[in-house]
């Protein structure tokens, strides 16, 4: 099983800067895919950033020139990066991976606990 084990979220002020964390550790054969969803109250979950083993990047319309996903492979580890915050980014982040934990086992999505975000005056 792969853990992942999410920090750095709190409350922020419009305008303000955050660094979200979120380190991968247990039974890890290769690590596909590292991204970041989130999802505010009473609204879906959305996908937010992704990053790829190779540390290609891709981001949500909604983030693009804000936010900065980037990986660690040898320490497993993601981060986002948040700039210039604004109160509709006030959510649960979550970190998710697309990892394969043995040879021969097919790749599977898992995930972190969440953490709050709150972007507020």
């Known amino acids: 099983q792969v853990q992942l084990v999410e920090s750095g979220g709190g409350l922020v002020q419009p305008g303000g800067s955050l660094r979200l964390s979120c380190a991968a550790s247990?039974?890890?054969?290769?690590?596909?895919?590292m991204n970041w969803y989130r999802q505010a109250p009473e609204k879906q979950r959305e996908l937010v950033a992704v990053?790829?083993?190779?540390?290609?990047?891709r981001y949500a319309d909604s983030v693009k020139g804000r936010f900065t996903i980037s990986r660690d492979n040898a320490e497993n580890t993601v981060y986002l990066q948040m700039n210039s915050l604004k109160p509709e980014d006030t959510a649960v982040y979550y970190c998710n991976a697309y990892a394969r934990t043995n040879r021969g086992v097919p790749p599977s999505d898992y995930w972190g606990q969440g953490t709050q975000v709150t972007v507020s005056s």
């Open positions: 990053s790829t083993i190779g540390s290609s990047t």
């Open positions: 247990g039974s890890i054969f290769v690590i596909y895919t």
